[in-house]
């Protein structure tokens, strides 16, 4: 608190920029190293930044990392966090926490061991839009909350990724890629989840990469690639979640969430801005202003929250919440192959809401 956490990232490909362009213009944060297996990209990185590029072994034990943002791919989050927690750095990492249960919980029980802190994204639903959409929850405008639906249908993204071969092995999926951040939306709009139902389909066994160097190459597919179910959560309210890579396209709301007395239509979950609609009974469909939530937030904006969040306090895009999304997540995919009613055994606390202001610590 009252100076700049010095961050050291771990993984510097795609997503990575969106983290660099967003710390350039958050006070709460400095980029102080990068690591990357690649080293010659690291140092384009480093070089771009003005920050030093070290190897993966000297950014995890450097003392000028307070935070080791976690940006490899799914297999190796758990295998990097837990090499930062033994070297007593906090840790934030991409989507999801670990590839496994059983490794997420491996991390949280060293960061408690360590007494450092352990952030995951998704930061999404730190922006206007799902912030403004919790606030008209919390403020009662669509009275007690009774259900919401969550919809992501898209025919899959070896369509336009030049190496999805992840997202079609155990792992991947359009529920563990793409429901962490409907899933934790729906957590911060309606609170945890106590059960789960659902049912799963594996529709094809290939798949044709339709872009990059690789194009027309056949890549195995071992997962189920739609998936759909129902989320009962600890209030009462239902969520009925369908994720596919096997559709065509959709014209659902991304989120609706349906009270006694209102509905809302919340803003993709993706994103961290957009328009939420509210129609109150009796009345007429109206878009509500930006009432809460981070301005023109950014991914990023999640380790900022952590850094100006005191010692000992939650902070929001925190470890219990990722684990809790993905024990939801990994629950439904078990209910789906046992055809039964399965109870998620974690919970977690609700975020705390975001007041609607410019930056973490502004």
């Known amino acids: 608190m009252g100076q700049p956490l010095n961050i050291g990232i771990i993984g510097v490909g795609a997503i990575s920029g969106q983290y660099l362009a967003a710390f350039e213009r958050l006070d709460a944060v400095r980029l102080t190293a990068v690591a990357d297996l690649d080293d010659a990209r690291a140092k384009e990185v480093a070089d771009a930044q003005g920050v030093r590029a070290l190897t993966v072994d000297a950014l995890l034990t450097d003392p000028g990392v307070d935070l080791v943002l976690n940006l490899t791919i799914p297999a190796a989050h758990a295998d990097i966090a837990l090499k930062a927690i033994a070297a007593g750095k906090d840790v934030y990492g991409e989507k999801p926490l670990a590839a496994d249960l059983g490794d997420a919980k491996a991390v949280l029980d060293a960061a408690r061991e360590a007494g450092v802190r352990v952030g995951c994204a998704p930061d999404t639903v730190l922006g206007t839009g799902i912030q403004t959409a919790r606030k008209a929850v919390d403020d009662g405008l669509i009275g007690t909350p009774v259900a919401a639906t969550a919809t992501m249908l898209t025919p899959g993204h070896e369509r336009w990724h030049p190496n999805p071969d992840f997202y079609y092995v155990p792992g991947g999926g359009p529920l563990l890629d793409m429901g962490p951040y409907y899933v934790t939306a729906l957590v911060t709009l309606l609170g945890p989840v106590a059960s789960v139902v659902g049912a799963a ?31 009962r959560h600890e209030s009462g309210a239902l969520s009925t979640l369908v994720m596919s890579f096997d559709s065509v396209a959709t014209r ?48 990023g904006y999640g380790v900022a929250d952590l850094a100006t969040t005191p010692p000992g306090l939650p902070f929001r895009a925190n470890g219990d919440l990722a684990y809790h999304v993905l024990d939801t997540m990994t629950a439904l995919l078990q209910a789906a192959h046992e055809g039964t009613a399965v109870t998620v055994e974690s919970t977690c606390p609700r975020p705390a809401a975001v007041p609607l202001q410019d930056a973490p610590g502004k």
Do not use: C, K, M
């Not at 290939?206 to 759909?228: F, K, L, M, N, Q």
């Open 201 to 231: 389909s594996h529709t094809r066994d290939t798949r044709v990469i339709g872009s990059g160097p690789r194009a027309g190459e056949t890549i195995p597919v071992t997962i189920d690639t739609h998936v759909t179910g129902v989320l």
């Open 252 to 299: 659902a709301s991304n989120i609706e969430v349906h009270g006694q007395t209102g509905s809302l239509v919340v803003p993709d979950p993706n994103g961290f801005a957009g328009d939420v609609q509210l129609h109150p009974l009796g009345g007429e469909w109206q878009t509500l202003p930006p009432s809460a939530g981070y301005r023109d937030a950014a991914r």
